[in-house]
C-alpha cells in the first residue's frame, strides 16, 4: 500500500528563516514524488516533482530513497508563501491517482 | 498541461438531494480522477474513471452513493447521491497526461449539505 506521512499540520515561520516541510513516503515500487501547493482560494498546482530536480519559487526537494523522504526546502521563507503544502505519490506509469499527504500549513510572519 | 472546468464551484444542497457535478478538460485524456477534500483533511481518492468502462470505486465509496459517467475523452460527472451533511467536502475531478507528467486538477466544487 502507498502512504505518504506530513507529520506537521502547521508550520510557522519567521519572515527570511529556512523553511523544511517534511515528507516522508511508504511504498514498496517506484514512486514518483510531488509537491502540490494550493494558496488561498486557488487551485491545487504543482509546485516540484522528483523527477524534474528542479527549483521552483526557490524550493527544492531531494527524493532519498534510502530514507523514503521527500522533504522541501526553502533558504530564506517569503510571506507569499504562505499556503497549504502537499505531498504525493504516484505508482510510476502516469496514469495512476495520487495519493496525498494530510498536508501542511506553512505561515511565514513577517 | 491540461485546462479543467469543473461546475458547479459551489452549492448548499438540501438532505436526500442528489447533486450532479461536471469535469470538462479542453483535451482527450485517458484517465480521469475524483477527489474529495473534507473540511481540514487532505484529498481522498474517490474513484478513477476510465472512458468506456465502469469506474473503479476505492475502499469506502460505492456506486450507488457516487455514480460516475465518462462519456467520452474530455468529460465526466460525479453525483452525489441522497446528500447528508457528511458528505460535505470540496469534490475535485484531476487528470494525468502520461509518465513524468504532473496531474492537473479542476478549481473543485465546494460542497454544503443542510
Known amino acids: 500500500a502507498q502512504r505518504v506521512t506530513q507529520p506537521e499540520k502547521l508550520l510557522s515561520v519567521f519572515k527570511g528563516a529556512p523553511v523544511e516541510l517534511k515528507c516522508n513516503y511508504s511504498y514498496s515500487g517506484s514512486p514518483e514524488l510531488f509537491w502540490y501547493v494550493q494558496y488561498s482560494r486557488q487551485r491545487l498546482q504543482l509546485l516540484l516533482r522528483?523527477?524534474s530536480r528542479e527549483s521552483i519559487k526557490g524550493f527544492t526537494a531531494d527524493l532519498n530513497k534510502g530514507e523514503t523522504s521527500f522533504h522541501l526546502k526553502k533558504p530564506f521563507a517569503q510571506e507569499e508563501d504562505s499556503a497549504m503544502y502537499y505531498c504525493?505519490?504516484?505508482?510510476?506509469?502516469?496514469?495512476?491517482?495520487?495519493?496525498f499527504g494530510k498536508g501542511t500549513r506553512l505561515s511565514v510572519i513577517a | 498541461s491540461a485546462v479543467i472546468s469543473q461546475k458547479p464551484s459551489r452549492d448548499i444542497c438540501q438532505r436526500g438531494t442528489s447533486l450532479t457535478i461536471q469535469c470538462q478538460v479542453d483535451?482527450?485524456?485517458?484517465?480521469m480522477f475524483w477527489y474529495r477534500q473534507q473540511p481540514g483533511q487532505s484529498l481522498t481518492l474517490i474513484a478513477t474513471a476510465n472512458q468506456g468502462s465502469e469506474a473503479t470505486y476505492e475502499s469506502g465509496f460505492v456506486i450507488d452513493k457516487f455514480p460516475i459517467s465518462r462519456p467520452n475523452l474530455t468529460f465526466s460527472t460525479l453525483t452525489v447521491s441522497n446528500m447528508s451533511p457528511e458528505d460535505s467536502s470540496i469534490y475535485l475531478c484531476?487528470?494525468?497526461?502520461?509518465?513524468?507528467?504532473?496531474?492537473?486538477f479542476g478549481q473543485g466544487t465546494r460542497l454544503t449539505v443542510v
Open positions: 483535451s482527450q485524456v485517458t484517465m
Open positions: 504525493a505519490l504516484r505508482r510510476a506509469g502516469g496514469n495512476t491517482p495520487l495519493v
Open positions: 484531476s487528470v494525468g497526461r502520461g509518465v513524468d507528467t504532473e496531474a492537473f
Open positions: 522528483h523527477i
